[in-house]
């Protein structure tokens, strides 16, 4: 069954750096999706991605953050200047369409450490 | 926000059937129920989603009553694999495809 991969599993960076989270959405899924998790807390909506444009995003999601898809596999989620409260879980997830019946499937996340 | 109303936590004896309610009493006719569960800090896993009609995959069944203000999640004989926070989440047909995450029940499946 086809599935979510993101890379790395866990990624420790030290604060102000650059990250660069990976996912590689299902194959023939149209709309892409970050959403995070901070220890103890709700799963979190961050941005959701579409025909190589942004479709909405959440006040989380401020210039600090930024989406791409380099190309026809991999869909990135980069933050510029990591902050302490940016450590957390980061889920990727893809649907094939971005209608209510559509289901998103999540990859298995990336823990994000910021010391 | 979410716009569910779920039990903080429950538990349930392995091999029974585990009920869990979801309240949404302000469900719209164009929203659709959604369940998953998360299995410790792994990805949201997708169990099931219906509209109006009761819903049964190889997973779960879902029962929704016929005001739509509350569905049941249905897990028919439950295992030790089962323990996880399950979330009920409403989502519209059209527009913001966002999924709105609440706390969400703990399942304990206790053995």
């Known amino acids: 069954e086809p599935e979510v991969t993101q890379t790395p599993s866990h990624q420790v960076t030290q604060m102000g750096q650059e990250v660069i989270l990976r996912c590689v959405p299902i194959s023939n899924h149209l709309y892409f999706y970050w959403y995070r998790q901070i220890l103890g807390q709700k799963v979190e909506f961050l941005v959701s991605?579409?025909?190589?444009?942004?479709?909405?995003k959440s006040e989380i999601f401020d210039d600090q953050f930024s989406v791409e898809r380099p190309d026809g596999s991999n869909f990135t989620l980069k933050i510029r200047s990591t902050k302490l409260e940016d450590s957390a879980m980061y889920f990727c997830?893809?649907?094939?369409?971005?209608?209510?019946?559509?289901?998103?499937?999540f990859g298995p996340g990336t823990r994000l450490t910021v010391l | 926000d979410a716009k569910t109303t779920q039990p903080t936590s429950m538990d349930c004896a392995e091999g029974r059937a585990a009920n869990l309610p979801c309240n949404h009493s302000t469900i719209s006719g164009n929203e659709y129920v959604y369940w998953y569960r998360q299995i410790h800090s792994q990805g949201p896993q997708y169990i099931i989603h219906?509209?109006?009609n009761n819903e049964t995959n190889e997973m779960a069944s879902l029962i929704i009553t016929e005001d739509r203000k509350s569905s049941t999640l249905i897990l028919p004989h439950a295992t030790l694999r089962d323990t996880a926070v399950y979330y009920c989440?409403?989502?519209?047909?059209?527009?913001?495809?966002?999924?709105?995450f609440g706390q969400g029940t703990r399942l304990t499946i206790n053995p």
């Open positions: 219906g509209l109006k």
């Open positions: 991605f579409y025909n190589n444009e942004i479709s909405e």
């Open positions: 997830a893809s649907s094939r369409q971005g209608v209510g019946t559509d289901t998103q499937y």
């Open positions: 989440i409403v989502r519209p047909l059209q527009g913001a495809q966002k999924l709105v």
